[in-house]
């Protein structure tokens, strides 16, 4: 049988619509994202998500935070869909998990977050007070937790199944909260010394599905600038791939966001071309029958 796969255009960055990353999701519909599932053999539903936020006025946690809501609750009406979601911003993912934990309490979902950037910033560390720059460490349980708690499903994240994939941009607070955590960070250097399978079968052994997160400006901005974050150093088009495989080859693909692309800041649409390659392949590899027993070596 098919794969129904839900697609779900979220065009949000930091409580406002369809501006900076929040053009991307959209962006990425327009050119094919539906059809690159299709193709793949997919059954694919599309949706787009849109809140009602009075007289046009934001408050970037507490739409952040209501975004997340929104996807938790749209995860958790489709159980039947394997949740692809094109974010603006990447605090959405912690939604989709939410989500997931509804269908499923006690299936342990493993999250591979691909990003330049740790994301393990907190109000305490964080010197610009970007919400999105604390993704990662409110789905831990780090910071944010009073307002995580609203968000149907959300449970803190257990480090063992929390992994760090690509990061080459981290603040001095972040490396040090790495180092005195069980958190797990798969750095680029890490990916070509050929350590990503002795990562993954650890995470393997504490996880009955992954969440794919890809932050696209994981990818060295030589393929093109991702936004306006991108910075040198990070993995090629091929090495995320090529991760993604890996972990898919150890745990089913539970669900996946793609986010914080900027289509402004793209250069001959490179960018974009990747995320839908990116989408095809995850669509690939949600029809597989997933087997964790098999264990490429990379």
Same mark, same amino acid.
């Given at each position: 049988?098919?794969?129904?796969?839900?697609? @779900?255009?979220?065009?949000?960055?930091?409580?406002?619509?369809?501006?900076?990353?929040?053009?991307?999701? $959209?962006?990425? /519909?327009?050119?094919?994202?539906?059809?690159?599932?299709?193709?793949?053999?997919?059954?694919?539903?599309?949706?787009?998500?849109?809140?009602?936020?009075?007289?046009?006025?934001?408050?970037?946690?507490? $739409?952040?935070?209501?975004?997340?809501?929104?996807?938790?609750?749209?995860?958790?009406?489709?159980?039947?869909?394997?949740?692809?979601?094109?974010?603006?911003? %990447?605090?959405?993912?912690?939604?989709?998990?939410?989500?997931?934990?509804?269908?499923?309490?006690?299936?342990?979902?493993?999250?591979?977050?691909?990003?330049?950037?740790?994301?393990?910033?907190?109000?305490?560390?964080?010197?610009?007070?970007?919400? *999105?720059?604390?993704?990662?460490? &409110? &789905?831990?349980?780090? %910071?944010?937790?009073?307002?995580?708690?609203?968000?149907?499903?959300? =449970?803190?994240?257990?480090? =063992?199944?929390?992994?760090?994939?690509?990061?080459?941009?981290? *603040?001095?607070? =972040?490396?040090?909260?790495?180092?005195?955590?069980?958190?797990?960070?798969?750095?680029?250097?890490?990916?070509?010394?050929?350590?990503?399978?002795?990562?993954?079968?650890?995470?393997?052994?504490?996880?009955?599905?992954?969440?794919?997160?890809?932050?696209?400006?994981?990818? *060295?901005?030589? /393929?093109?600038?991702?936004?306006?974050?991108?910075?040198?150093?990070?993995?090629?088009?091929?090495?995320?791939?090529?991760?993604?495989?890996?972990?898919?080859?150890?745990?089913?693909?539970?669900?996946?966001?793609?986010?914080?692309?900027?289509?402004?800041?793209?250069?001959? *649409?490179?960018?974009?071309?990747?995320? @839908?390659? @990116?989408? =095809?392949?995850?669509?690939?590899?949600?029809?597989?029958?997933?087997?964790?027993?098999?264990?490429?070596? &990379?």
């Amino acid at each position: 049988m098919p794969q129904r796969v839900r697609l @779900l255009d979220v065009p949000y960055d930091s409580g406002h619509l369809a501006a900076r990353h929040g053009a991307g999701p $959209t962006a990425l /519909v327009a050119a094919g994202a539906a059809r690159r599932l299709t193709g793949t053999g997919a059954v694919v539903d599309h949706a787009r998500l849109e809140l009602d936020i009075p007289d046009g006025f934001s408050i970037e946690a507490a $739409t952040g935070t209501e975004v997340m809501r929104r996807v938790a609750e749209d995860v958790a009406a489709h159980p039947e869909h394997l949740p692809v979601v094109l974010a603006g911003n %990447c605090g959405v993912t912690l939604g989709v998990v939410a989500g997931l934990r509804l269908r499923a309490p006690e299936r342990r979902v493993a999250v591979l977050w691909f990003d330049a950037h740790g994301d393990l910033q907190s109000p305490a560390t964080s010197a610009s007070g970007f919400f *999105d720059g604390m993704g990662f460490a &409110m &789905m831990g349980g780090r %910071c944010w937790q009073a307002l995580a708690g609203t968000v149907p499903g959300h =449970e803190p994240l257990p480090d =063992e199944r929390a992994v760090l994939v690509g990061g080459h941009d981290l *603040d001095p607070a =972040e490396r040090d909260l790495i180092g005195s955590s069980g958190l797990t960070w798969l750095s680029v250097a890490d990916i070509r010394a050929g350590h990503t399978g002795e990562v993954l079968d650890r995470v393997a052994a504490h996880a009955d599905a992954v969440h794919i997160h890809v932050d696209l400006d994981v990818h *060295d901005p030589s /393929v093109a600038p991702a936004n306006s974050y991108a910075v040198p150093g990070g993995l090629t088009p091929d090495e995320v791939r090529d991760t993604v495989t890996a972990a898919v080859e150890r745990l089913p693909l539970a669900s996946a966001t793609i986010a914080s692309w900027d289509p402004s800041r793209d250069v001959g *649409d490179r960018m974009r071309d990747t995320g @839908l390659a @990116l989408i =095809e392949l995850l669509g690939t590899l949600g029809q597989a029958a997933p087997s964790s027993a098999r264990s490429r070596r &990379m």
